[in-house]
T-cell receptor
């Protein structure tokens, strides 16, 4: 089956620094990837849609300059949390849709970000 | 508006007993419905989907779900629960419309606790 990886799996950083999270589709190409944020025991909140070769589409209320998304290739999307603050601490998950319009999305294992 | 509701925050069941995790949806067209499971600090794993065809869908790990159009429901079921089934379960519907294509709209999540 299709595999999506994320790196790093967990990161701890100081307030004010920037953190980059990578999302890769390992055995398939993804022109679109999705970035979610999840709070403890809560549902996933879609942050943005990452589009290969064009700008990301952000959901309402998500700061574009805060959460920079770059879809560098057909297998890689990155999310950079700029000037991180403790309230940015969360579990970030990416996903990529399988081939065809009806297939399920394949999710990465998630990245636990802790901002001190 | 498209939405998914999981009315129960938590479901408790004894090992060996049947389990049901409820989900209702609201979409403007034919629904594409999904169930995912999430173990602690992990990404989401696909369980099953309904696109078209038989209303009873069988998925991974012995789970099944029944699509009921008149009740707009897609409840997840398993005849005999295992302790290892304890996890967070999400129901999701695929978004419609050009701005929502490919997006998954998630329910709030239901924690399943199976006790020995």
């Amino acid at each position: 089956g299709a595999v999506v990886s994320q790196h790093p799996s967990r990161v701890i950083c100081k307030s004010g620094t920037s953190v980059k999270i990578e999302c890769r589709s390992l055995d398939f190409q993804a022109t679109t990837m999705f970035w979610y944020r999840q709070f403890p025991k809560k549902s996933l909140m879609l942050m943005a849609t990452s589009n290969e070769g064009s700008k990301a589409t952000y959901e309402q209320g998500v700061e574009k300059d805060k959460f920079l998304i770059n879809h560098a290739s057909l297998t890689l999307s990155t999310l950079t949390v700029t000037s991180a603050h403790p309230e940015d601490s969360s579990f970030y998950i990416c996903s990529a849709p399988g081939q065809g319009t009806r297939n399920e999305q394949f999710f990465g294992p998630g990245t636990r970000l802790t901002v001190l | 508006a498209q939405s998914v509701a999981q009315p129960e925050d938590q479901v408790n069941v004894a090992e060996g007993n049947p389990l049901t995790v409820k989900c209702t949806y609201s979409v403007s067209g034919n629904p594409y419905l999904f169930w995912y499971v999430q173990y602690p600090n992990r990404g989401l794993q696909f369980l099953l989907k309904y696109i078209t065809g038989d209303n009873l869908v069988k998925g991974s790990y012995g789970f099944e779900a029944e699509f009921n159009k008149s009740q707009t429901s897609f409840h997840l079921k398993k005849p005999s629960a295992l302790v290892s089934d304890s996890a967070l379960y999400f129901c999701a519907v695929r978004g419609y419309g050009s701005s929502n294509t490919g997006k998954l709209i998630f329910g709030q999540g239901t924690t399943l606790q199976v006790k020995p």
